[in-house]
């Protein structure tokens, strides 16, 4: 964002046009604890998030199966390899084929730019509080400019959201040792259903989403379907940043709650 | 009940200036304004600032409060402890002027920039129409009352005086988007927006909404908006192949690249 031009030394709130005010905001408020509170989360779900990708263990057991690793498409993956194994040998952790679709979708999301944009790159850290760059390009230049094609990663969203639809409906079946299969609900399942519904609220309340479905049109009024399906995502566009939250923590949930029951630190709840 | 204010002024011009204390006397359900124009006529009569409508409408009196920017006629004195001192300075993005009194050109010098409003000629009839749907939609951004609270509070200009003459802000976003979802326009400010207006350089972190006193959804009813127009044009080859074979190009029907 940064480019390596210098600026002149007292520039911005500080510059010789302004008014003279030797600090760089006069806010008094806890101004600090937004970022301060996405810095620590985000690097929290950051961290976790790489161990479990690289991890390559632990990530599915009966019919569950880590949304951090759907679809499985490696020789690893056994009975969760519900698409076939189109990258059979793949070296390396399953998770690291597929995770760039939702790593790109948030990265490139216009709740998450903002979010990042504040908390790690504090540019600027909030409002009316002077930014510590001396230059500033914005998104018109590699790599940020990329932010622009959100919509191909929202397009990919949406087949992730399907398969993860597919993973949750599946989970609520048993394997039994003869290939028979029964239906069981456990607290693994309610988890991914929960994980499922929250991913969903996210995608669809995308702002590609609001413009893919109506947004673009000039004639509303030549278009009542699309016209009445943007009011619907207009809707819930207005709680994307809450979606974001909730679907971070719902989806880092439901793999935890997953590698813990493979690797036996905690047993199944089931309900029948 | 009557209370002393602990109110404190910026006082200066271009050369230089400070921060001065002006206890005064003020009373419940006033604002900040009220505030500044008893000190104006008892204790400071030099005191320069701009003020009109007292009612939110005109969008003179806008200043920073606390590091706040905001309107000092809707700043209630009830949102703040008795005890608290309140500290009013000039909006810290334009060149001041003196006291609480900025130039705002910038913003003048912006607007003009932009291409206006062009209408195709009128129906058989000699009248002009829209539908009801298609004029709600621009209402929002019409409320805007130029107060230049969110060109004063975005970063990019803020921060880097440097990115001022290419950079018109979120105010002129706005008018960008309403006049891109006008059905009867006939002007296309895409690739404008992007390369004169600097849309790309908004990192969209919303500060422009957060202090707008009107409400209007700046960020997401009028920037991403328009930064996903843009991207129909200059980021997405999809879009660009659709337009290319006249598969998509019906909506932009009678509009013109300026």
């Not at chain 1, 499985?72 to 998770?95: E, I, Q």
């Not at chain 1, 702002?207 to 016209?227: E, I, Q």
């Not at chain 2, 910026?10 to 000190?39: F, Q, T």
């Amino acid at each position: 964002m940064a480019s390596t031009k210098a600026a002149p030394e007292a520039s911005g709130v500080h510059g010789p046009t302004r008014a003279a005010i030797g600090v760089r905001t006069l806010r008094e408020d806890r101004w600090w604890l937004a970022p301060l509170t996405t810095f620590v989360v985000f690097s929290a779900f950051i961290v976790y998030a790489t161990w479990r990708a690289f991890a390559n263990s632990h990530y599915y057991v009966g019919d569950y199966l880590s949304p951090f690793y759907s679809p499985c498409l490696t020789n690893k993956c056994g009975a969760a390899a519900d698409f076939g194994t189109p990258f059979g040998g793949f070296p390396l952790s399953a998770a690291l084929i597929i995770l760039i679709f939702p790593l790109g979708f948030r990265m490139s999301c216009y709740y998450y730019r903002k979010a990042y944009y504040r908390a790690f790159w504090l540019s600027p850290p909030a409002c009316a509080v002077a930014e510590p760059h001396t230059t500033y390009t914005g998104e018109t230049r590699l790599p940020l400019i990329l932010n622009n094609i959100h919509r191909y990663f929202w397009y990919a969203a949406i087949v992730v959201g399907a398969i993860l639809t597919y993973d949750a409906a599946l989970s609520f079946q048993n394997f039994g040792v003869d290939g028979h299969r029964s239906g069981h609900v456990g607290l693994g399942s309610l988890i991914m259903v929960v994980n499922v519904a929250f991913i969903w609220l996210y995608t669809l309340s995308c702002h590609s989403c609001r413009h893919t479905v109506g947004g673009r049109l000039r004639h509303f009024s030549k278009h009542p379907v699309r016209y009445k399906l943007w009011t619907w995502v207009s809707k819930l566009n207005v709680h994307h940043a809450k979606f974001a939250w909730y679907s971070l923590f719902s989806v880092a949930f439901a793999d935890l709650y997953i590698y813990l029951l493979s690797n036996g630190t905690i047993s199944e709840a089931r309900f029948f | 009940m009557a209370y002393t204010l602990k109110l404190k002024i910026w006082r200066g011009d271009k050369s230089g200036g400070e921060i001065k204390d002006y206890p005064v006397e003020v009373s419940e359900g006033e604002v900040v304004l009220d505030a500044i124009h008893r000190v104006q006529g008892t204790q400071a009569g030099d005191l320069a600032v701009r003020w009109n409508c007292k009612a939110g409408k005109c969008g003179s009196c806008s200043a920073e409060i606390n590091g706040k920017p905001r309107l000092m006629c809707m700043c209630r004195l009830s949102d703040f402890a008795e005890d608290e001192t309140i500290t009013v300075t000039p909006m810290r993005s334009f060149p001041v002027i003196r006291d609480l009194v900025t130039d705002v050109s910038f913003n003048y010098e912006k607007a003009k920039e932009l291409p206006s409003f062009s209408p195709p000629p009128r129906d058989g009839d000699n009248k002009r129409r829209m539908a009801q749907i298609d004029v709600e939609r621009g209402q929002e951004f019409r409320k805007c009352i130029e107060c230049f609270l969110c060109q004063n509070t975005c970063h990019v200009v803020r921060d880097h005086e440097e990115n001022k003459p290419a950079f018109a802000g979120p105010r002129f976003f706005l008018r960008y988007a309403e006049l891109d979802m006008h059905p009867l326009d006939t002007n296309d400010r895409r690739n404008l927006a992007q390369e004169q207006a600097g849309l790309g350089m908004c990192n969209i972190t919303k500060c422009c909404t957060e202090v707008c006193p009107e409400g209007i959804k700046i960020t997401d009813n009028a920037i991403i908006p328009m930064k996903e127009r843009v991207a129909d044009v200059k980021f997405d080859p999809l879009v660009w192949l659709g337009a290319k074979i006249g598969l998509r190009t019906k909506d932009n029907d009678g509009r013109t690249e300026v």
